[in-house]
């Protein structure tokens, strides 16, 4: 059987876990935190007592942890104790130079790679319908795809070592942009005197559709299932919006690349963060837009 060891249990991490047991795989796991090590234990997962201690035996290990310093400092405990040729995967949503240097790290002990980041959010990691946008070489990819199977909707192989992060913050820098885009359409269209769903009914099936709108409408109404009919509750916080877009911005610093839509969409993320809306899905930047945010 295949021995896979998982570290980070947290929001993401806990559930991802749980479908690997659920089909049938041997998972270890390791978190910092006490309550998710009970959580993951209920959901039939081993536990160990450090990280190098999940490691040891593991034919895979997952992270899905915060950030890439995370990953690199687990990397660095972890790689001593793993057997030669041992698949990592690491989940985490991280700047893509970290992504590099963590497969550096790995590949020059011996280990295949493959960075996989998601999209999909918690409802997605209970479901075990997540995006994985992945980067590694073929002979890695092809073994981590039955691996993440359990867990995911869709594996895309996006390229060599950091092309998934690559996918990922590219992609959320799209979205967070066009949500900005949408919200400021629909803080006009209320001064015009134009209804929601009048804007909505026109633009969800013009040349203004995307998913910002027709999948996510960040007013009430038009769209049920989307957050603004739910107090705004995430969904997808600001802060994890803040997050990927100071990721798209280091990136493009580093790529020497000018992103000027990417550049304000941070800042606009990060006043709202400041305003202490962290906690609030990103589609209520709306609010924020409108002058409108929760006290
Ligand atoms: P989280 O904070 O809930 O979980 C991270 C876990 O890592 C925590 O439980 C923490 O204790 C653990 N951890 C930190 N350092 C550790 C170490 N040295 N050893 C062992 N465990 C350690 O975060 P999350 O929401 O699960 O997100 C994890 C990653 O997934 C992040 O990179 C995030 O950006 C990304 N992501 C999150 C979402 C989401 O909706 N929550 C969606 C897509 C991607």
Redesign the pocket.
């Known amino acids: 059987m295949t021995n896979i060891a998982f ?8 559930p991802m876990a749980a479908n690997l047991v659920k089909a049938g795989l041997s998972v270890t796991g ?4 006490a309550d ?1 090590l009970e959580l993951a234990r209920a959901h039939g997962l081993s536990i160990a007592e450090s ?1 190098p201690g999940a490691v040891e035996g593991a034919d895979v290990v997952i992270t ?4 890439g310093q ?1 990953v690199l ?2 990397y660095r ?1 972890v790689l001593e104790k793993a057997r030669a040729q041992t698949l990592f995967i690491d ?4 700047d893509v130079d970290s992504a590099r240097q963590a497969h550096k790290l790995a590949r020059d002990k011996g280990m295949l790679t493959v960075d996989a ?6 409802g ?2 209970e479901a075990g319908t ?1 995006t994985f946008m992945a980067g590694g070489s073929d002979e890695a990819f092809r073994l981590a795809e039955p691996i993440l199977d359990p867990m995911a909707g869709r594996i895309v192989h996006c390229g060599d070592g950091g092309a998934g992060q690559a996918a ?1 913050i590219c992609n959320n820098m799209i979205l967070g942009i066009s949500m900005i885009g949408v919200g400021e359409a629909f803080v006009l269209a209320e001064k015009l005197g134009l209804s929601h769903q009048a804007l909505f009914d026109v633009a969800s099936t013009s040349s203004g559709q995307c998913w910002s709108i027709n999948t996510y409408c960040p007013v009430p109404g038009p769209v049920p299932t989307s957050p603004a009919n739910n107090d705004y509750k ?1 969904g ?2 600001a802060a ?1 919006m803040l ?2 877009l100071k990721l798209s911005q280091e990136a493009a610093q580093s790529a020497g690349v000018a992103t000027p839509l990417g550049a304000s969409a941070m800042q606009l993320y990060a006043l709202f963060n400041a305003a202490g809306e962290g906690g609030t899905d990103f589609s209520g930047i709306i609010n924020f837009l409108r002058g409108q945010e929760k006290k």
Request: cysteine-free.
């Open positions: 570290i980070g249990l947290g929001n993401m991490g806990n390791f978190d910092l935190v998710n990280a899905m942890l915060p950030a995370h400092s687990v405990d989940s985490s949503t991280i980041p998601v999209s999909g959010g918690v997605g990691a997540l990922k995430p997808f916080a994890l997050k990927d």
